[in-house]
């Protein structure tokens, strides 16, 4: 063991290019002390280490932007709501129009609208994509003929369903 420590601080004094200059009567305590205070620098010095390595995981953990964001690896991050649309037979007594769009719009166009579509006493089937769950929609029934009154339904999200259905009777 005091060879291998020798050859340790002989390649530590070497390495660090000590061992000349100064006075030429050192104690022979003076090598012991600096091996002593080299192992206090590099075990300071690997906890410092540890201490950063600890700031940076804790600084990606609190950090901003997707940093900090944390989600499960099988959330797809998807917000596409599919939901069936069902104008039920009988609900028109002739060739209509149906127009389903945004509640909030004013203006029934291709910006505000997810469908158009002409519909008659058969009925309709059909499955629409909505951006978000939060879209409220409007659908209006307009008839050809401008003696009748449109009609107007209205439909939200419901989260206890599992899938979107808007029936239309």
């Known amino acids: 063991m005091k060879k291998f420590t020798v050859t340790l601080i002989t390649l530590l004094l ?4 000590g061992g000349s200059g100064g006075s030429d009567e050192q104690p022979t305590n ?3 002390q600096n091996v002593q205070a080299q192992s206090t620098s590099a075990s300071d010095t690997q906890v410092q280490t540890d201490t950063t390595q600890e ?9 901003e932007g997707m940093e900090a964001v944390v989600v499960d690896e099988s959330f797809d991050f998807s917000t596409d709501v599919p939901v069936s649309v069902s104008v039920g037979p ?19 166009n291709d910006e505000t609208c997810f469908l158009r ?21 409007k659908a209006e ?15 939200k999200f419901d989260g206890s369903l599992e899938t979107q259905q808007w029936k239309i009777n």
């Open 14 to 17: 070497t390495a660090c290019g």
């Open 30 to 32: 003076s090598t012991s």
């Open 55 to 63: 700031q940076t995981a804790e600084e990606a953990t609190n950090g």
């Open 90 to 108: 009988d609900v028109v007594s002739s060739r209509a129009f149906i127009n389903i769009c945004q509640q909030d719009a004013t203006l029934t």
């Open 117 to 137: 579509a002409p519909i008659d006493s058969s009925g309709l089937t059909v499955e629409i994509l909505l951006p978000h769950s939060k879209q409220k929609l």
């Open 141 to 155: 029934i307009w008839y050809y003929s401008t003696s009748i009154e449109p009609l107007v339904f209205t439909w």
